[in-house]
Every structure is written in structure tokens, then in C-alpha cells.
């Protein structure tokens, strides 16, 4: 049986469950992973209503931690986007109508709404859900807190915790389609979108030649996801916003995504990369993550790392939300700046190279590599505050010159995220490399990443999708 971990807000919460498997997010993310541990699963009963809340990321580095954990970050995110129409009975909307019902892991004590919690619950696996109704056939269901429960409630709960560590967790299944349209979805007006025009157009010639009819797509224009049987994201994704939300959608559908969901939330997410990493023994530069910046935290990182260091945003792409910082002072500043957004920050050590390595990977296998060079005057590849030169040149090779380390390092980072498409970020230096960040969805424009294989790359990754729409229902 899989070791059972209760994962609350605060010590004191933990303490008033009177359980020896309950501990709080703090002891979680300090005391977890360890080595040789059984395998494990969580029960996240911190509050995930706010995004990268302290229950946000118990899901996030449980997942990144190899831990089974309920809610997922899916679950946790669906439930802030969606809305819910359903065909209720008498009984059940006479029921809803009456007070708000609380169901706890798809339970509930009142009769009438038995079937409807537990297809709630197939739906989003969730721990605490509170369901009102809205009018007729819709229904509003939100993520319920600890906090809210009442003292006729609390021991209700509690029972149903116990005995849920000691049973097995069941989750819903995709439905499958099988036709062979492709939206490529974009956005005109990003200013430094994931591939240009000219690539846009090469890839929906790939896929024509592969036997796909593709479509280039907006997130306006794209009506009905249901009506393709893949979808291929060439817009900058990000975990809150309509790229990830469209492609949990379309993943249920049964529709075949590049980059998929799960994808998109791993490494848009760098404190699950940093995590996931450590866990996996990728090799990477010395990383901490924090929670405050009070002095006591201030005169630790002093003892870890010297001066210039690094601080990250755990999401931002294009190198936003990173800051190198010379000081404590600026320490200080730039800490209460981020923690002011995120619950958590990164902490890294600064290493300078004159070019960051970007290795292609699909599905495993790697498929172009880049070298792209610091901007001018500049520590990082882009430089948002230079109007002329905000980024550096670059060189496309062939993957058999990559040293053998990047190359290792590249596939092994790969392999803790899926199979997708992914640009691995490696600093190289005296025979070493160091991941940075795995990213979905990377850069491919005409004439930059395609320069060494030209249009045998768009080829490779519009096969790889043919190779998914041929697999799909043989492994179900």
C-alpha cells in the first residue's frame, strides 16, 4: 500500500488533525523528497483557490516529486476556469436549490445528489467541492477550503480523510476521436511568438505532405476544438491563461497535442523544474527555493551562495522575471518583489558563459541544436532594456557536434517531462553542462533553429504527430 502524507497549511492545522501522517506545506517542502522512500501519495488539503498559492504548489511539487497526489494541478486549475452544465433531476436541483452541498472526495450525505457527486468527482478529483446551483442545469462548483468547514462538518471529513489513506484513488478517462484535421494555433499579435510566419507556413506544408490538413488558428477563431484531431501550439504558453486551458480541453477530447498540458505545466513552472531535477539527479547549477525574505533567510542564502546571484520568477519566459543581483541590498528589494507575486522564488548561482546551448528534443530524441550567444554588453540572451541589441546571434549544428554531456544532460531532463517537444536551455563549461530550464513549446523560425536541416525539421515533427494519430486507441 502506497504511504499516505496529509498536507496542510500550517503547523498549527496539522496539529489540531491529531494524525501522525498530517504535516504542514512548510515540513513538505523542506523535508521531501527523501531518498528510499516508499512510494507516496498526498492528500493537498491547503487552500488552492489562488493561483501559485502555498496549495498550488503542494500539488506542483508533489507531481514534480513522483508523489500520487489529490488534487492535481489540472484539477486544481480546472476548477478556476470552468463552468459546469449538466442535466440535473428534480431531486437534485430541489436539492442544490435548497443551501450549497459540500462533497468531500465524492461523497455526500444526501441521497439525491449520490450520482452527481460521484460524476463530479470523475470529472475533478478534488478533496473538498462546493456545488450551488445556478439555474436550471448549471451548476457552479468551486474548491472548498479546511477553513470553511463547520464543527458538524469537521468530523465528517476527517472520517472520510482516514479512510480514504487506507483505499485505492480512481481518476476519470479521455474519450478518443479519430480524424485528421490540425489547428496550429498563433498569435499575430505577440510580439516574440514561438515560430514566424515562414515557419508557420512550412509547418502546414509538412503537414499536408504528411497527410494532415492543418489550419492556422486563433484562440478567437479556434470555435471547436472538438472538430480536429490534433492541435499544435505555436503561441506562448503559460499555466493561467488560454494556451494551457486549451489544451487540457483538447487532451480530454481525445485530440492529439503538441505541447500537451502536462507539458505546458512542468516547465512553465521552474520550481517544479528545480525539484524535479534535484530528485533526478540532473545535472544543474546550485538552486535554492524560499519562501520569505526575512534577514535570518537573507544571511542563509549569504552562506550558500556568493555575490552576483540570480533570482527567478518560478514562470516567465524570454528571460523576464530573472534578476542579478550584486548585493544584499538588491537581495532584499527584488526577493520582496517576486514574493509579492509568487509564494515561492528561486534562488540560483551565477554562471557566466558567452553562449547558452538550446538542444531540440521530440519525443526522446533530439532534433536540432542551437548556440545562442549573449546579448551584447549583457549576462543573458535577451536584454529587455536594450532598444538595439536585446539579443544575441546564435549558430545552428547539427546534433552529432553537440558534446556528448550537453547532449545527455538535454535527453535525461526530457525524460522527466513527457515526450513532447521541447527546447532544453544548458550552460556548458570545462567539459560540464548544467540544465537550465526544460521549455515547452520553444522557438522554431525560418532561417534560425531549421538552418542546418531546413525543412526535413518540420517534416520530423509533423511525422511525429501522424505516429500519435496512428497509435491512438491501440494502447487503450
Not at 496529509?6 to 489540531?16: F, G, K, L, R
Not at 486549451?246 to 477530447?253: F, N, T, V
Not at 527555493?289 to 514562470?315: C, G, I, R
Not at 540544465?435 to 525560418?446: F, L, Q, R
Request: charged share 25%.
Amino acid at each position: 500500500m502506497l504511504k499516505t502524507l496529509i498536507v496542510v497549511e500550517s503547523e498549527q492545522t496539522a496539529a489540531e488533525f491529531g494524525l501522525a501522517n498530517v504535516l504542514s506545506f512548510e515540513q513538505y517542502l523542506q523535508d521531501y523528497p527523501k531518498r528510499d522512500e516508499p512510494k507516496t501519495r498526498i492528500i493537498n488539503l491547503c487552500d488552492t483557490g489562488q493561483y501559485l498559492s502555498k496549495g498550488y504548489y503542494c500539488s506542483l511539487l508533489a507531481e514534480a516529486r513522483k508523489h500520487v497526489v489529490l488534487p492535481t494541478v489540472k484539477t486544481i486549475n480546472a476548477l478556476r476556469t470552468e463552468h459546469i452544465e449538466l442535466n440535473l433531476s428534480s431531486a437534485q436541483r430541489k436539492a442544490l436549490e435548497q443551501q450549497p452541498q459540500w462533497l468531500f472526495f465524492g461523497q455526500t450525505d444526501v441521497a439525491a445528489l449520490n450520482s452527481l457527486a460521484s460524476t463530479l468527482y470523475k470529472r475533478f478529483a478534488a478533496p473538498l467541492l462546493r456545488v450551488r446551483a445556478v439555474s436550471d442545469n448549471r451548476l457552479l462548483v468551486e474548491q472548498g477550503s479546511i477553513a470553511q468547514l463547520d464543527e458538524v462538518q469537521n468530523p465528517l471529513f476527517l472520517n472520510v480523510v482516514t479512510k480514504l489513506g487506507e483505499s485505492s484513488w480512481h481518476f476519470g478517462s479521455k474519450q478518443q476521436h479519430a480524424r485528421w484535421e490540425m489547428a496550429i494555433l498563433v498569435d499575430p499579435q505577440e510580439p516574440s511568438p514561438p515560430s514566424d510566419e515562414d515557419a508557420i507556413a512550412k509547418f502546414v506544408k509538412a503537414a499536408r505532405k504528411n497527410g494532415i490538413h492543418a489550419q492556422v488558428k486563433t484562440i478567437n477563431t479556434l470555435e471547436d476544438i472538438n472538430q480536429y484531431d490534433a492541435l499544435f501550439i505555436r503561441q506562448t504558453t503559460a499555466i493561467d491563461h488560454p494556451t494551457y486551458r486549451l489544451a487540457s480541453k483538447a487532451e480530454g477530447a481525445g485530440v492529439v497535442v503538441i505541447d500537451d498540458a502536462t507539458s505546458i505545466l512542468r516547465c512553465c513552472n521552474k520550481v517544479y523544474l528545480h525539484d524535479a531535477f534535484s530528485y533526478s539527479k540532473v545535472p544543474t547549477l546550485k538552486t535554492h527555493v524560499l519562501s520569505d525574505a526575512s534577514e535570518q533567510t537573507l544571511s542563509f542564502l549569504e552562506s550558500l551562495f556568493s555575490y552576483p546571484m540570480v533570482l527567478k520568477m518560478p514562470e516567465g519566459s524570454f528571460s523576464r522575471g530573472v534578476y542579478k543581483v550584486a548585493d544584499r541590498s538588491e537581495l532584499s528589494v527584488h526577493l520582496d518583489e517576486l514574493l509579492a507575486e509568487s509564494a515561492l522564488v528561486l534562488v540560483q548561482e551565477y554562471l557566466y558563459t558567452d553562449f547558452d546551448w538550446r538542444i531540440g528534443v521530440l519525443n526522446g530524441r533530439a532534433i536540432y541544436a542551437c548556440r545562442y550567444h549573449m546579448a551584447r554588453n549583457h549576462w543573458q540572451i535577451y536584454n529587455h532594456n536594450s532598444k538595439r541589441f536585446n539579443s544575441g546571434g546564435f549558430e545552428t549544428l547539427p546534433t552529432f557536434e553537440v558534446p556528448r554531456a550537453v547532449l545527455s544532460a538535454a535527453l535525461k531532463a526530457c525524460k522527466i517531462i513527457g515526450n513532447g517537444l521541447y527546447g532544453v536551455d544548458i550552460k556548458e563549461l570545462n567539459g560540464k553542462a548544467y540544465v537550465i530550464e526544460v521549455n515547452d513549446n520553444p522557438s522554431i523560425d525560418h532561417k534560425v533553429e531549421d538552418a542546418y536541416l531546413g525543412n526535413e525539421l518540420y517534416m520530423l515533427i509533423m511525422a511525429e504527430f501522424v505516429r500519435r494519430l496512428e497509435a491512438r486507441g491501440k494502447d487503450e
